[in-house]
């Protein structure tokens, strides 16, 4: 919906009292290279979408917090110093009651206030709505906060970003990596974002794609993280990590392997599975870090043969593809003016991100939609990817 739209149903839905309405947007992200790296300290490079959560948001006098969201029939109300029980309580509403809460713990006096939600993220698409609702949240009740307590400091949006992983493992109980919220925090317009999960460094890096286009490809099968093996990949690569640490004490993470001590070393991981999980995090970091120095380069060919490298990875040795990407992935790639092609985000459904020659965007959707409906029984969805800005208040 058009922003003016959203202020009109807040309006019809509520009532108007006079007060002010505040817009606050936080986008979703694409995820370019380096995946399932983040929560093992690696590096990831992902960009900000348009695509994002609107909050239309009025404060209120009392301690009572209520969301709706534009497409969908429900208002959830709760008060402020009661927000823990709500935890696996609600259909729809636990990213932002989570986020509510780590804000708390980390000290911010929190208004009560009316919320009104648009997204333009798709569901399930590993295109990382669920980042846009926590950023954009975080970011509202952060400047009301603030504002309430006559603090005139500005946002830390790295720190909203955190409070959103934190609503994210204590109140939704998916271990994520931290690369969601931060690119939807930090992003910037036709720039991507090299960081380093490890210390939060990071750089942003223009995205000069010339004559080439980022299309996304939707599966459309939900991806759901906590039904998912996320967790379960996440505890494989600490067990390696701790196996590995028998033989190169002085690394903390994952990302501190090279791909030449995983070479001399792999043998003391016996489980052959967790091996292989290890392999896709040391080879997915080398990759990132080469993604960036050939895109720095100008050196599109070889950027989307580490985009092609990625996604095998992924698929045989981290095993977190699904049929759906991959028919996605293989019909992509017999196309002319396709560099590379990879599954984007935690998998198992959700989307391809591929790199694709302007002029084959048309003949792109066409073919892999066909071939993708003919094998799998429904339409996939394609997006031109547009890379925008990262969580802001528009006035
Ligand atoms: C999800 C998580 C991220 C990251 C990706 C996989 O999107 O939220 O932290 O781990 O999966 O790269």
């Known amino acids: ?15 108007d009292n006079g007060e002010e309405l505040r817009v606050f947007v936080s986008p979703g992200r694409v995820n370019l290279i380096g995946e399932h790296v ?25 301690d009572v917090i209520r969301l709706r969201a534009t497409d969908l029939d429900v208002c959830v109300e709760a008060k402020l110093d ?30 009560g206030c009316d919320l009104l939600y648009d997204d333009t993220v798709p569901h399930g698409s590993g295109l990382s709505s669920s980042a846009a609702i926590e950023v954009s949240t975080a970011l509202c009740l952060a400047v ?19 409070i959103g992983q934190k609503a994210e493992h204590n109140f939704i109980g998916v271990k994520c990596g931290i690369m ?16 380093e999960c490890d210390t939060l460094k990071y750089e942003t890096v223009p995205l000069a794609m010339d004559g080439y286009k980022l299309i996304l490809s939707n599966t459309n099968k ?26 190169l004490p ?29 392999k896709h995090v040391v080879t997915e970091c080398e990759r990132v870090r ?65 790199v694709v020659r302007a002029d084959m965007v048309e003949e792109f959707i066409r073919t892999v939609g066909a071939a993708y409906e003919k094998e799998v029984g429904y339409p996939a969805s394609f997006y031109i990817s547009e890379i925008g800005d990262g969580g802001r208040e528009i006035k």
């Open 38 to 62: 983040d929560y093992c300290g690696g590096p990831v490079f992902p960009a900000a979408l348009t695509m994002r959560t609107a909050v239309v948001a009025r404060k209120r006098k009392d």
């Open 222 to 247: 939900k991806h759901a993280l906590g039904d998912s093996k996320y967790n379960e990949r996440r505890q494989e690569c600490s067990e390696g990590l701790q196996v590995l640490q028998t033989v």
């Open 1 to 15: 919906m058009e922003i003016n739209e959203i202020k009109d149903m807040f309006l019809s839905l509520y009532g």
């Open 144 to 162: 009301f906060a603030k504002e309430q307590a006559g603090d005139t400091t500005p946002i830390d949006m790295v720190e909203m970003a955190l």
């Open 290 to 354: 080469e993604s960036v120095k050939a895109l720095k380069a100008g050196e599109l060919v070889k950027f989307g043969a580490l985009i092609n490298a990625s996604h095998d990875s992924l698929q045989y040795d981290y095993e977190v593809s699904c049929e759906e990407l991959d028919v996605l992935v293989r019909e992509a790639r017999k196309l002319d003016g396709v560099l590379g092609t990879r599954m984007t985000g935690a998998g198992f459904g959700g989307c391809t991100v591929s």
């Open 82 to 111: 009661e927000l823990e029980q709500y935890k696996d309580k609600l259909k729809w509403g636990d990213y932002q009651l989570g986020v509510a809460l780590e804000l708390q713990k980390a000290g911010y006096k929190l208004c």
């Open 250 to 278: 002085n690394i903390e993470h994952l990302s501190e392997v090279t791909a030449a001590d995983f070479e001399k070393h792999s043998s003391v991981i016996e489980n052959e599975v967790v091996r292989r999980r290890i």
């Open 180 to 195: 969601d919220q931060f690119a939807s925090a930090m992003g910037k317009a036709n720039h991507a974002i090299y960081l």
